[in-house]
């Protein structure tokens, strides 16, 4: 008998060749992420661990993100603000966030001024005026918040979005994207509020991410060859039906 022509896949072939592109891209990209996410790290703990230095030498560097500074802001301790709903160490309540133009500095700042439990009704004191105060603070990138942020109700904020809360705080200027937190206290005599910076949560994950995108990449190969394997197999094609004994 003889053989069956065999037809190469090439519908398959190049289905799982792009595939395969694509699932290798993924996993380089996210080895790229992987090395990003590592250098963030790195940078935010130096940062962290870096002394206080001016403003305005924290903001000439590179990338001031992390960095602690020493501003000096007029009537800071009785400045308006806005509250800023969050949850801290599990617990709920307030961030304080006031208006501020460092001396020195070219621009004005929102200065997050600490956490307030919700379980405490009173609040610092809102004056016109007041006296300068030195506190020491960390920069911050703020990102501007998502489309599906909720609603602002006067000036309560469920999401930090620096345009609306200088608005609110009748900041006529630009303010810069930048927020610095307090991390010593704007009122030593009022410890009910508490000045921190929220944790630098970095959620490194692509290592598993890249391995996962390698290892579909790999299964598909390995898929893809046992199928050209069979496809190409020269096979015969079946006997006629034996003719019955007479």
Known sequence: MAEARVRFPWGLTIA??????????????QVQRLQ????????????????????????????PEFRKAIIVCGGLATAPFVELQTIQEGQVGVRLVSACRPEGA???????????????SARPPVAA????LEVTVEVRHTPPPGPMAPAVSGTHFYARDTVAM????????????RTLYALSSTNPEWQALQPSAPPAAFSNNHLGYA???????????????ALLRRKLRPSTPSSDTEKSSS
């Open 16 to 29: 799982s060749g792009l595939s395969l592109v694509l699932l290798c891209a993924l996993g380089t990209w």
């Open 166 to 177: 200088a608005r609110a705080l009748g900041v006529t200027e630009a303010v810069d994207p």
């Open 129 to 132: 005026s007041g006296a300068p």
């Open 106 to 120: 070219g621009s004005t700042f929102l200065v997050d001024r600490g956490f307030i439990a919700d379980t405490i």
């Open 36 to 63: 990003w996410k590592e250098a963030l790290i790195a940078e935010a703990e130096a940062g962290a661990t870096a002394p206080p230095q001016p403003l305005s030498a924290v903001l000439a560097a590179a990338d």
């Open 211 to 225: 391995l996962t995108w390698f290892g579909l990449a790999l299964a598909l190969a390995g898929t893809y060859v």
